[in-house]
């Protein structure tokens, strides 16, 4: 069973928020606003917080938070699964995290993992795909 936790904003679309002072949050927020496009906002927790006063800057600071027009809000590695599923591409991993036995758990733990070390991650992630956060498949048509 996926939990939702609620928020009292009104939005016209999901609002993923991260922390803006995360090199590896924004870099991989920039990736996924390239596959979603218009369909999903993203901004810093630095800049909306004290719209969502129920939600301890900590819990800001250790992990995305991905706000939903219906008045509830994923985090975590579902947040980022969830966008994913928005963006039309690997929706199979969001339904695997919905229904296969196991898969939440570990990427919750996956997630909390990369949480605690993302400077480490950062550079892994730049070592790995470079400086540019943009798809190849958009860098090639530009």
């Given at each position: ?55 301890p ?56 993992h ?29």
């Amino acid at each position: 069973m996926i939990k939702r936790y609620h928020h009292n904003a009104s939005l016209q679309k999901p609002l993923l928020v991260f922390d803006a002072d995360c090199l590896f949050c924004r870099w991989w927020v920039y990736r996924w606003h390239c596959h979603t496009g218009r369909q999903v906002e993203y901004t810093p927790f630095q800049e909306v917080q004290s719209q969502y006063p129920s939600i301890p800057t900590a819990q800001f600071e250790r992990a995305v938070h991905l706000m939903l027009p219906d008045g509830s809000y994923l985090l975590g590695a579902e947040a980022v699964l969830y966008v994913l599923k928005l963006a039309g591409r690997y929706r199979w991993w969001y339904w695997s995290y919905a229904h296969i036995p196991g898969v939440r758990w570990l990427c919750e733990k996956t997630y909390q993992h990369i949480a605690r070390h993302r400077s480490f991650f950062a550079k892994i992630t730049v070592f790995i795909f470079g400086q540019d956060p943009t798809p190849r498949f958009l860098r090639n048509n530009t």
